[in-house]
């Protein structure tokens, strides 16, 4: 028996989410692709979206464009394509670490197994619930482990991110927005420990 009266029994075991093998098993939810060449990665958004050919998305690439791409994908794949002014501008602000998105990605997934596991999935059931706000003792249970800028950033996120989920479940629709990795992961971590714990969870969620 978990926190509030929360019975587990073995059906109850929950898989943590995982970083895709291919990106043919990306999940929808992802914005964009840390772990993907950040040109090639651009290439396959704007094909899904468009419909256009592969040469038809390249003849639309610039120096702003390519510098843009650089600095997004900085944190996620080091090198960035090798562009000097990429190179410069993550040694200085500290973004070249290709350790950056993992590790929101761990912490995402540890918050929300943290959240459930301390308060319950029924605590999480209405988007009104003060149970979605960032508090203090939240980030100092983990600043023995993860930077305060970090917790800052990703903490609050991880709340917005199980609040909208929870309001999609109140209203009977599928999620289908798009955001960060650490957040999508984060909520396919709620889908997983709490979907069948909560009122209105049809129709299924979109993984």
């Not at 993992?102 to 918050?111: I, M, P, S």
């Amino acid at each position: 028996m978990g926190a509030n009266g929360d019975n587990y029994g073995p059906q109850d075991i929950v898989q943590a989410p995982t970083f895709h093998l291919d990106v043919a098993e990306i999940d929808p939810c992802w914005l964009y692709d840390p772990l993907n060449m950040p040109i090639a990665d651009w290439s396959r958004i704007n094909t899904e979206a468009t419909n256009a050919t592969v040469r038809q998305i390249l003849s639309t690439l610039n120096h702003n464009v390519d510098r843009d791409l650089g600095l997004r994908y900085a944190g996620g794949y080091a090198y960035s394509f090798g562009l000097f002014y990429v190179i410069v501008y993550c040694i200085q602000y500290s973004l070249c670490s290709p350790q950056k998105r993992y590790e929101e990605a761990q912490l995402a997934v540890r918050l929300v197994d943290f959240l459930v596991k301390s308060t319950g999935c029924l605590a999480f059931a209405e988007s009104s619930s003060i149970s979605f706000r960032w508090k203090d003792w939240h980030k100092h249970r983990w600043m023995s482990i993860w930077r305060e800028e970090v917790l800052d950033r990703v903490g609050p996120a991880i709340m917005n991110i199980l609040r909208s989920e929870v309001s999609a479940i109140e209203n009977n629709v599928t999620s289908t927005t798009r955001h960060y990795p650490y957040e999508c992961l984060a909520r396919q971590m709620f889908r997983s420990m709490c979907q069948h714990k909560l009122p209105k969870a049809d129709p299924p969620f979109r993984i």
